[in-house]
């Protein structure tokens, strides 16, 4: 791993367990073990640093999105199901990034951070919105609202992810464990959500609903 790397990962870490509002250069680069000149040369500052992670977590979701849709072995249908299992995988595997992207995307005090971030959030979107509406054109799923049945999938997620303290008094047993690093809870959500989905983009179609 590079210095430029390094920081950007420890700055991610402290950005999701402080705040991005609290946490300081100087913080960054004491627990990077660098001196502030070297974040200063590769960021710029600290919203250079968090654009920085954030552009580079966008670029690698975007190309493995885009990958899904435009592989012409796979019908809407797969697609939606593979886009809702990489999303699940990205945001568990890297639930840190996550809490700060949803933490910027709400409540960043920063205009330039929050617009970078909902610029993210949106390109995102229209892939996945994109697929869901080829699927209606091509009358493979019904005349459904594309728009709020990404916003059903991504709120769930969202809503699993956002608070440990919920997640842990009802997915966790009778010892209250956080399930977010158990592969087991990981593939219960997928399933839950892909046949809620396909439920919603299919199921009354032979209906003409």
Same mark, same amino acid.
């Given at each position: 791993?590079?210095?430029?790397?390094?920081?950007?990962?420890?700055?991610?870490?402290?950005?999701?367990?402080?705040?991005?509002?609290?946490?300081?250069?100087?913080?960054?680069?004491?627990?990077?073990?660098?001196?502030?000149?070297?974040?200063?040369?590769?960021?710029?500052?600290?919203?250079?640093?968090?654009?920085?992670?954030?552009?580079?977590?966008?670029?690698?979701?975007?190309?493995?999105?885009?990958?899904?849709?435009?592989?012409?072995?796979?019908?809407?249908?797969?697609?939606?199901?593979?886009?809702?299992?990489?999303y699940i995988d990205k945001i568990f595997?890297?639930?840190?990034?996550?809490?700060?992207?949803?933490?910027?995307?709400?409540?960043?005090?920063?205009?330039?951070?929050?617009?970078?971030?909902?610029?993210i959030f949106t390109e995102n979107a229209?892939?996945?919105?994109? &697929?869901? #509406?080829?699927?209606? $054109? @091509?009358? *493979?799923?019904?005349? +459904?609202?594309?728009?709020?049945?990404?916003?059903?999938?991504?709120?769930?997620?969202?809503?699993?992810?956002?608070?440990?303290?919920?997640?842990?008094?009802?997915?966790?047993?009778?010892?209250?464990?956080?399930? &977010?690093? #158990?592969?087991?809870? $990981? @593939?219960? *959500?997928?399933?839950? +959500?892909?046949?809620?989905?396909?439920h919603h983009l299919i199921a009354e179609?032979?209906?003409?609903?």
């Amino acid at each position: 791993m590079d210095t430029k790397e390094h920081i950007m990962q420890v700055g991610m870490q402290l950005f999701a367990e402080k705040g991005y509002e609290t946490t300081t250069i100087r913080d960054i680069a004491s627990k990077a073990k660098v001196n502030l000149a070297l974040i200063s040369y590769h960021f710029g500052s600290k919203e250079g640093l968090l654009k920085n992670i954030f552009q580079q977590r966008a670029l690698n979701l975007q190309f493995q999105i885009w990958e899904i849709s435009n592989d012409k072995s796979l019908n809407e249908l797969q697609k939606v199901h593979l886009m809702i299992d990489y999303y699940i995988d990205k945001i568990f595997t890297n639930h840190q990034f996550h809490r700060v992207m949803m933490r910027e995307l709400f409540s960043s005090q920063s205009e330039e951070v929050h617009s970078d971030t909902i610029d993210i959030f949106t390109e995102n979107a229209k892939i996945v919105i994109s &697929i869901i #509406e080829k699927g209606i $054109k @091509k009358k *493979v799923f019904r005349n +459904i609202d594309p728009e709020l049945c990404f916003a059903s999938i991504i709120g769930t997620i969202h809503h699993l992810m956002h608070s440990t303290i919920l997640r842990k008094r009802i997915f966790g047993g009778k010892e209250k464990k956080d399930p &977010i690093l #158990e592969p087991s809870f $990981k @593939k219960r *959500v997928t399933k839950h +959500i892909q046949q809620m989905i396909e439920h919603h983009l299919i199921a009354e179609k032979n209906n003409n609903n």
